[in-house]
Nanobody, 114 residues
Framework: QVQLVESGGGLVQAGGSLRLSCAAS???????MSWYRQAPGKQRELVAH???????IYVDSVKGRFTISRDNAKNMVYLQMNSLTPEDTAVYYC?????????WGQGTQVTVSS
């Protein structure tokens, strides 16, 4: 079983940056890892994904602004978010799927003020 704990959220002005961290309780070296977000009144959406080999995928709205990275030795996944806009305001969740079982973190709130 994998436990995921996010941190790094907060309040930031438009144009600012935040770095989210996701700490996993066990090894994630064989796991694909993702960041999702859910804004009020909206469905949860995939923001960024990294494969075990480090290949990355981003939703169009964050391409060029967000960067997902992983440190398998530390069992950590990061989301560097730059040039934030109020539309990025949401709860951000760390996610992985291990042997067909989905694991979610508790989420971290990101609020971007205009």
């Amino acid at each position: 079983q994998v436990q995921l704990v996010e941190s790094g959220g907060g309040l930031v002005q438009a144009g600012g940056s935040l770095r989210l961290s996701c700490a996993a309780s066990g090894s994630i070296s064989i796991n694909p890892m993702s960041w999702y977000r859910q804004a009020p009144g909206k469905q949860r959406e995939l923001v960024a994904h990294t494969t075990t080999s480090g290949r990355t995928i981003y939703v169009d709205s964050v391409k060029g602004r967000f960067t997902i990275s992983r440190d398998n030795a530390k069992n950590m996944v990061y989301l560097q978010m730059n040039s934030l806009t109020p539309e990025d305001t949401a709860v951000y969740y760390c996610y992985t799927n291990e042997w067909g079982t989905a694991y979610w973190g508790q989420g971290t709130q990101v609020t971007v003020s205009s």
